[in-house]
């Protein structure tokens, strides 16, 4: 016969107390749900180990709540796991902190889902840190977002790196700053990129330093301009030159600008042919003085054409001397007159052959006084003839004029020849004399002609 409300209400705590697991077996949930919170807290853990998951349906959140903390550990990992989570989000956190590893196998994705910042807060690291992946992934995004620093501490590399994109975006600019650098590793690249300008912005220097390259390249174009220029900086060489061209494009001037040497070095010829001219008016001489020849490669004619004469005399001897001529045919005549005496040094003959006439024309006589007798050979008859005699003259230093060849030298015209100081002059060999033509011999002083003679 079935019990009544009033007759389970009128029995004493320390009767039920004292009921036996057979004796409660014969209880139906009906019955059980009769029992008043203060009949409940009497319960002993024994007698809820034997409940049956019929029979804890009959049990309400608020039964459930007010169950002692030495009846709690009775529970089951089974009947944990069969509770309707409405049923669970009733347990106390003081009852939570009591769960055991083995309970913690029966918690489901539901149950979890259910719990309130201050329950999950009760959990124990060892609690949160022993829960799979799957259980992680029932906790909803602002959840997440409320974890305090101690349980938010206890999630594992393995529980990061299984968070769905929907939770990632629910981690707090107070989280983001206190990953780990086992739960930083733990973020894949699509987890990366699900990141908010928000979250972004609270990423530490340390942070961003321990991004490998699979997870930098997993930034958006959107994210990586967002990034501040200490950000960017603290990224690894390797982490830059995994970036695609894609995101390096995304990259403006003022970022470009910022890049710190260490970090300029890692970038890559391909994220180079990306710059746009825009960007390239931003890059740094300092950067500019770096860059490797395998770098300068990566530069199209059009960013070459960009860069100010300062920026591209910043270019050290190894990188200028490695520009192709179709990099050269992007430089201007301003930019060929304010060459700096060490680039122009750097210049090789086949780079000097490359130069149109406009260049050819605006190479500064200071430069030309400054030529090597390795780059002369590029300097031909037909050179020479587009050349002013102003330049020509800059041209015939004390060590190009013993240099010169017979075929260079008849090249020149007679104001050119005449022009000739007696003690150049001089340094003409017996062999080089002998390619004055008679209309150069014609126009020289008489004083030029006894040096020869």
């Not at 809820?48 to 998951?53: E, M």
């Not at 991004?211 to 950000?231: I, R």
């Not at 403006?252 to 970038?267: H, N, R």
């Amino acid at each position: 016969m079935s019990q009544t409300k009033a007759t389970v209400e009128g029995y004493t705590t320390t009767y039920i107390a004292s009921l036996t697991a057979t004796q409660l077996a014969g209880w139906t949930a009906v019955e059980l749900g009769y029992l008043l919170t203060t009949q409940m807290a009497g319960l002993r853990s024994t007698q809820i180990a034997s409940l049956s998951t019929a029979q804890l349906s009959g049990l309400d959140s608020t039964q459930l709540g007010a169950l002692s903390t030495t009846a709690f550990p009775g529970f089951t990992s089974t009947q944990i796991k069969n509770l309707l989570p409405r049923r669970f989000a009733g347990f106390t956190a003081d009852q939570l902190a009591l769960l055991t590893t083995t309970q913690r196998a029966g918690l489901t994705t539901s149950e979890l889902a259910a719990l309130s910042a201050r329950q999950i807060d009760a959990l124990t690291t060892t609690i949160i840190a022993a829960l799979t992946v799957g259980q992680v992934n029932g906790f909803t995004s602002t959840q997440i977002g409320n974890f305090n620093a101690t349980t938010f501490g206890a999630l594992t590399a393995e529980h990061i790196h299984g968070l769905t994109t929907t939770q990632v975006k629910g981690l707090s600019v107070v989280e983001i700053p206190n990953l780990t650098s086992a739960q930083l590793g733990g973020l894949t690249s699509t987890q990366i990129r699900a990141l908010t300008t928000g979250q972004l912005f609270a990423l530490t220097t340390a942070d961003m330093a321990g991004l490998t390259a699979t997870q930098a390249g997993g930034l958006n174009t959107t994210q990586v301009k967002v990034l501040s220029t200490t950000q960017l900086n603290a990224l690894s060489s390797v982490a830059i030159g995994a970036l695609s061209s894609a995101q390096f494009f995304g990259l403006t001037s003022v970022q470009i600008a910022g890049l710190s040497t260490t970090a300029f070095s890692g970038v890559t010829s391909t994220q180079l042919h990306s710059l746009t001219t825009t960007q390239a008016k931003g890059l740094s001489t300092t950067d500019l003085a770096a860059m490797t020849s395998a770098q300068v490669s990566g530069l199209v004619k059009n960013v070459i054409k960009a860069l100010s004469t300062t920026q591209i005399n910043s270019f050290s001897t190894t990188a200028f001397g490695a520009l192709t001529s179709t990099q050269l045919s992007g430089l201007s005549g301003t930019d060929i007159s304010a060459l700096s005496t060490t680039n122009f040094s750097a210049l090789t003959v086949m780079q000097l052959n490359r130069l149109t006439v406009a260049q050819i024309q605006s190479l500064s006589a200071t430069n030309l006084g400054d030529l090597s007798t390795a780059q002369l050979p590029a300097f031909t008859a037909t050179v020479l003839g587009e050349m002013s005699d102003t330049q020509v003259a800059g041209l015939l230093s004390a060590t190009v004029m013993p240099a010169l060849s017979t075929v260079q030298i008849a090249a020149l015209s007679t104001t050119q020849v005449a022009a000739v100081s007696p003690g150049l002059l001089a340094s003409l060999s017996t062999n080089q004399v002998t390619g004055f033509t008679s209309s150069q011999l014609a126009a020289m002083s008489q004083q030029q002609r006894n040096v020869l003679a």
